[in-house]
Every structure is written in C-alpha cells, then in structure tokens.
C-alpha cells in the first residue's frame, strides 16, 4: 500500500538546521548553549529512534529558543516534533505541534515548505484527502528550488491515487520523471520511487503491462541503490498486482515485504503486507496470517495511544515547569531586550504592567485587611456575648451554689436534692452558651436541628410551635443564610426566655420558588417601640440585612412579640 515516506522528510527537515540565528546576545550565550545541546540530543535520540527521549529534548530546546525569540529555531524544533509525532501515528497531535509553528513563519522558505508537506501528509494518512493536496500545492509554493519541488509533487499524485484519479496522478509522475533532474545518482532514490508510483497507478488504470514493466524498474533501481524502505514499497505493489493472476508471485513478495517490515520495524507495512497474504490464502495459510494480522494490529493501537499519552504530558510538563521554574529568567531576559532596543510603547507597556500588578497587589492586601477586621469584630462580639452571658448569668447562679453549699447541710437530702438542681441550671446555661456558638451543620441535616433547637425551649411554662420547617426545600437556602437564620432564631429564642415571660411561640417557616418567609409571635409582655433596638435586636436585623433580606419587629407592652422575616434563597 501506499504510505508517505516519513525517512526522506525527516532527512529533509534535518538540512533545515543550516539556517540558524547566528547573532547571539550579550548575556544569553548560556542559554544559547543549552539550548543547542537539547537539540543535538533530540537528534541524536531520533536517529536511534528513542522517540520519547528525541520528542522531550526537541521540546526543551524549544522552549529555550523562545526565551532567546529565535524563530527559526523554534519552528526547526516543532517541525521535528511534528515528524516524530507523524512516525508513531499521532497524526492529530502532530497538526496541533504543526499549527504551534505558524506565528513564527515570517516569509515563505523551507521552513513553510516543510511545515506544509507535514500538513499534507497528516490529512492524507486521516483520509482529508482535498486538504492533503492543498497543503502539498502550498509546499510546491513555499520551495525555492525545483529538486525540493519533487517530493510534494509525487505526494500530490499519490492522494491522486488514492482517490483513484489515475490519469491525474499520471500526468503528474510523467512530467516529473521527464525531467533531466532526476538523472542526477544523488536523485536515484527520488527516481525510483517515482518510477513505482507511476508504474503502480497504471495498472490500477488497467494499463496493466506499462504498470508492470515500470514497478519492476522501480523496484531494480532500489535494490541496486539498496533502499530497503523503497524495495518493501515494491514488494508490496507487485503482490498487489499478482494477487489475482499468480497467487504463487503475491504470496512470495508479501513474504519479502513482512520480512523487510519486521527488519525496519515499520509496523503499517508489516500490516499491509499480512492484509494481502490473508486476501491471497496461498495454500490455505490464512488463518495464521489472521491471526498475525489481528495480534499486531492491537498492539499498534495501544503503543500508538501510548505515544500520543506521552506526547501530551511532555508538552504539559514542559509548559507547566516553564510557568513556575522559568519565570524570572524570562523577566529577566525580557528587561534586557527592553532595555538595548529602547522603544517608548514598550517602557509604557511594562509601566502599565507595573501599575496594574501594584493595583492589584494593593486591592488584595485591602479586601485581605477588610475581612480579616471584619472576622477580629466577629470574634469580639463573640466573645463579649459570651463573657457577657457568663457574668449576667452563670457567675450569679455559681456564686449562689457556692453560698448555698457552705450555708446548708449537704447530708440533708433535701440540700442535696436542691443543690443538685442548681448545679442541673448551670449546666444546662453553660450547654445554651455553647449551642449558641457552635459550628452550624447546613447540610442534609440543617431541618432536623433547627427544630431541634426551637424545641429545646419547650417548658412547663412555655409551648414552643414549629409549622411548616420540613415543607422548606434547605437544599435551594445557601449555607451563609442558614446560618444566620439559625443565630436570629437563637437569638430570638433566647430573648423570649429571658424577657417575654411567653407561654405560647410560634415558629412558622413558608417559601417560594425565590424568597424564604419566617414568622415568630409569642404572646408575651411585649416591647415599647422605642426599646426595640435592645436585647440583641439590633443585631439579628445586621445579620439579616447582611444577607440581603428583610427585618421587621412588631410589639407593645402586653401584645406579645412578633417577627416578620423575609430572605432571598
């Protein structure tokens, strides 16, 4: 089958290196070093053909070359990672390396030409077969001389080929072949690979005996220049053409061209080679060569998928060690560009950089000031509510169970009985102090434990009604406001026992698709309007604005107490 000849690009990208910056910049000679000492590795590495290791150091020179902005070595380094993305049939991966170039083509030379060529041959091996030969004619475009111009021409005639277009394809051979250049014994391997492919799309015409004679010359000159990729091509075409006319012929030179396959670890042609013995079932051997067929097709899926995983992560490895260890050296080299080419729209840019880094630097340290004061005042007002508690409170009720343990006699059972419900008091105040400022749980079992601390206020003397709370989906309530739904309560809650003097409250919770309704009323002694700001009010109505709702209070002495709360979910 016909394949692109990934070996006589690579060779060709490789004479690209010769135009290289010479031009170094006073400072930067370190980097330059590393930089070409990468690159070296990476061909050293490509020609042993440890692509992982040639594919991560091209990477790196790259990388490095950016920092110097050498274009020309930036695309050299991509078009040979391109190429070896190509080799091990990244083909997708290899036109976004490919595409990465672009910016840096400033005029058409080899570089373009090339970039273009591998464009052409990724379309072609993904079957984009229209934009295979767009790219190749912009190949054509870019090449400088008429010998570069040949490898593109013959690609284009091979797509031809494939879209079994043959008398395109032939015209284009002819006229390459017609031409004195390739007399040249430098072009021998060019000639014959020209001479097969015309000799191939002839007898897919049905020119059968032209189509001979020119494969089997093709096939004699790359013997005699001893081609070993060009003679498995040949191989593989005159089986094809024997295939139905001297089963015998097909099964002897796909043999040849598994053979030479397996020697140049070329894995698609050792493939196409078992396809045409499978297709040939010379004395029966089908079988086996399907199960050849079948054993190494799956495992070129998974080193191919395996080289397009590593690919991937060496470029995102690199990308990422770029952005945290290269930074300054970046900087760095940029300040001394700015500094020798003096230009004033760049002064202002990185004046306006500077500016803005600051500004953003200043907004941070403000809002990081303004939370941390606002988290100091919460702390504070904590602590005082608690202190407070703890002095108005449970300071007397520990005082009075001090003076009454030393003024009673503890072995009356009595004593004991009485002081043991003081000491019951204390703990349960010291527990409604803790309750209080404990961490709120807002999750599935946010429902649950408000009850549940609604319903602890439940006395003798005191009903505590909670309507509606499990009708609320919480789900749609965001956490902030479940909390500060839960102090205001609280709050509330705790008011009514210490001032209402209350026998009936009553809780009721309603919702929308939008807003949260919360309504308290207890039948209690009530306020003066003018004291509403008291007893911890004022802060339940900060807690509700903070979160974008609304407060209202209702109550006159002797009218009990009510509570309008409305909060957006």
């Known amino acids: 089958m016909l394949r692109s000849p990934f070996l006589y690009f690579i060779c060709f990208v490789f004479l690209l290196s010769c135009e290289e910056k010479t031009g170094s910049i006073s400072g930067k000679n370190s980097l330059n070093k590393e930089a070409k000492a990468f690159r070296e590795k990476g061909i050293t590495n490509l020609e042993k053909e440890n692509f992982n290791s040639a594919f991560y150091n091209f990477n790196k020179s790259k990388i490095a070359f950016e920092t110097l902005k050498d274009s020309a070595n930036i695309v050299y380094n991509l078009i040979q990672m391109a190429s070896i993305q190509q080799i091990n049939g990244d083909y997708y991966g290899s036109k976004e390396t490919l595409t990465e170039a672009l910016p840096f083509i400033t005029k058409k030379n080899v570089y373009s030409a090339s970039i273009n060529n591998f464009f052409g041959i990724a379309d072609k091996e993904l079957a984009i077969y229209n934009d295979a030969i767009y790219y190749y004619k912009e190949a054509i475009k870019d090449c400088t001389d008429s010998i570069s111009k040949q490898s593109p021409l013959n690609n284009i005639a091979v797509v031809y080929i494939q879209q079994k277009k043959y008398d395109k394809a032939i015209l284009i051979l002819e006229s390459i072949l017609s031409k004195k250049i390739l007399n040249d014994n430098s072009l021998k391997t060019t000639k014959a690979r020209v001479t097969d492919n015309l000799g191939y799309a002839y007898f897919k015409k049905g020119i059968n005996n032209k189509g001979f004679l020119l494969m089997n010359e093709g096939f004699d000159l790359r013997k005699e220049i001893n081609d070993s990729y060009g003679t498995l091509q040949s191989n593989l075409h005159l089986a094809e053409y024997f295939i139905n006319t001297d089963p015998k012929k097909t099964n002897q030179y796909a043999l040849d061209a598994y053979n030479e396959a397996t020697k140049l670890n070329t894995i698609d042609e050792r493939l196409d080679a078992l396809s045409l013995l499978i297709s040939n079932n010379y004395k029966n051997q089908s079988t086996k060569y399907a199960k050849k067929y079948i054993t190494l097709s799956d495992s070129i899926i998974k080193i191919r998928n395996n080289f397009k995983n590593k690919f991937a992560k060496i470029k995102y490895d690199s990308k990422k060690e770029k952005d945290e260890n290269q930074k300054l050296r970046l900087e760095k080299a940029e300040n001394l ?178 807003i949260l309704f919360i309504n308290y009323t207890d039948n209690g002694k009530g306020h003066e309007k003018t004291q509403i700001i008291k007893n911890g009010l004022q802060n339940m109505e900060n807690r509700i604005l903070a979160n974008k709702g609304t407060i209202t209070f209702d109550t006159e002495p002797d009218k009990g107490f009510k509570v309008k709360i409305t909060l957006p979910k």
């Open 337 to 514: 560009l700015a500094l020798q080419e003096a230009k004033y729209q760049r002064i202002l840019f990185a004046s306006g950089i500077i500016i803005l880094f600051f500004a953003l630097i200043y907004l941070r340290k403000y809002y990081r000031n303004k939370s941390r004061v606002e988290k100091i005042k919460t702390a504070y007002d904590t602590e005082t509510r608690i202190a407070k508690d703890i002095h108005d409170e449970l300071a007397n009720d520990v005082f009075h169970a001090i003076t009454y343990t030393q003024t009673q006699p503890l072995t009356n059972e009595s004593s004991k009985e009485t002081l043991l419900q003081k000491l019951d008091h204390i703990y349960n105040r010291v527990r409604g102090i803790s309750r209080e400022n404990n961490d709120i749980d807002t999750g599935a079992n946010y429902p649950n434990n408000l009850k549940e601390m609604l319903s602890t206020y439940n006395s003798s003397n005191t009903n505590v009604i909670i309507n509606n709370i499990e009708k609320v989906n919480w789900d749609l309530v965001e956490d902030l406001k479940k909390i500060a739904i839960q102090r205001v309560l609280h709050e509330l809650m705790v008011n009514m026992k210490k001032h209402s003097e209350a026998s009936i409250v009553v809780v009721k919770f309603e919702s929308n698709s939008n």
